[in-house]
């Protein structure tokens, strides 16, 4: 919230209008969903329980949100988001690179499909999940 609490708009912090509250409070939802993810898959792996499944979803599920966050605040922000005054713009490659290194949202969300398939006792869908 520190640069909401600085930029105005209508005469008060943009903060304040109700539309940002939103995104904030959506933006803070959807992180502590990503940590809680990655402390489940770490909490299985410290216990050597298997955590493919979890640790899939944590990867997925906080690079989408990295990525989905950072094109909120370049949208509160508008044109003033791609500045390179403000860190915004250089959050938003961040984010974006991690949908792709360390194995990209889609290929964790094959990782995802192969584990619940196994778990059902089903076979993949594709053999791009095997």
């Known amino acids: ?6 930029r105005h708009a ?13 995104k904030l409070a959506e933006m803070g939802m959807r ?5 809680l993810l990655a402390y489940q898959a770490a909490w299985l792996k410290d216990r050597g329980l298997p955590n493919t499944l979890q640790a899939a979803y944590a990867k997925a599920f ?3 949100t990295a990525m989905w966050a950072a094109t909120e605040a370049l949208q509160v922000f508008g044109g ?21 290194y ?3 949202s889609e290929i964790q969300r094959n990782i995802m499909a ?6 059902a006792g089903g076979r993949p ?3 791009a999940v095997r």
């Not at 003033?80 to 792709?100: C, H, N, W």
């Not at 192969?114 to 778990?119: N, Q, T, V």
């Open 102 to 104: 360390e194995g990209t």
């Open 10 to 22: 209508m005469g008060q912090p943009i903060i304040r209008h109700q539309a940002v509250g939103h």
């Open 62 to 64: 906080a690079a989408d």
């Open 125 to 127: 869908a594709t053999a």
């Open 80 to 100: 003033m988001g791609y500045s390179t005054d403000l860190p915004l713009e250089k959050l938003f490659r961040d984010a974006k690179v991690l949908q792709i």
């Open 114 to 119: 192969r584990e619940l398939a196994r778990r």
């Open 1 to 6: 919230p520190g640069l909401a609490t600085t």
């Open 31 to 35: 992180i502590e969903a990503a940590r």
